[in-house]
């Protein structure tokens, strides 16, 4: 026997609600917690009771305000990335429309005849749409080098910084080592002297 159906509704007893509210966060911030430890991800949960309470939940290996920070940012990122996707399409439906007369006049289900200038129209629409594509695509690519090429420069840089820093305390340790060593020696001379 399976357990009971649940409706989706709101329970109307303020009693039963708020103890299903208390199992449900529980239950929900368990869950949360498991799929942040079993597959090693940044969560962050936030619920607010309708008495204007907040419980929340953030993984181990982040913070809930760098979760929120990367939210934000990547739903900016997101937001620019609709608004280029918009204007391509609205470009491209063009295109679309360009391809479905190209077809229609390959074909020959279109009952009306091309005239020569139509055919010459429709073959520079069809080569301005290519080269436009073509521009786009090594934009693209273009962008994409320069972001590679932009995230090697930042490397090399860290890169530089750790090994100078690498280099100071490999300094520090022999600064540190030496007056032992060198008390030692002058230890070993003085009790040839003697």
């Known amino acids: 026997m399976?357990?009971?159906?649940?409706?989706?509704?709101?329970?109307?007893?303020?009693?039963?609600?708020?103890?299903t509210f208390s199992k449900r966060r529980n239950g929900l911030m368990k869950k949360a917690r498991e799929i942040s430890v079993l597959c090693d991800c940044e969560l962050a949960v936030i619920i607010f009771s309708n008495s204007g309470k907040h419980y929340h939940f953030s993984s181990t290996n982040s913070s809930l305000p760098k979760i929120l920070n990367r939210y934000n940012k990547m739903r900016l990122d997101q937001r620019d990335l609709t608004h280029f996707i918009q204007e391509e399409y609205a470009s491209r439906a063009s295109y679309v429309e360009l391809l479905r007369i190209v077809e229609t006049c390959i074909e020959g289900s279109n009952d009306e005849q091309h005239t020569l200038s139509d055919l010459i129209n429709l073959e520079n629409?069809?080569?301005?749409?290519?080269r436009d594509t073509r521009l786009k695509k090594t934009q693209l690519m273009v962008d994409s080098i320069s972001a590679l090429h932009q995230k090697k420069t930042k490397l090399t840089e860290e890169n530089e910084v750790l090994e100078r820093e690498v280099e100071a305390m490999r300094n520090i340790v022999e600064t540190v080592n030496e007056p032992s060593s060198s008390s030692h020696h002058e230890r070993a001379t003085l009790s040839l002297l003697h």
């Open 2 to 19: 399976g357990r009971k159906k649940v409706v989706m509704k709101r329970i109307e007893d303020k009693n039963s609600r708020q103890v």
């Open 125 to 130: 629409q069809l080569d301005a749409a290519l």
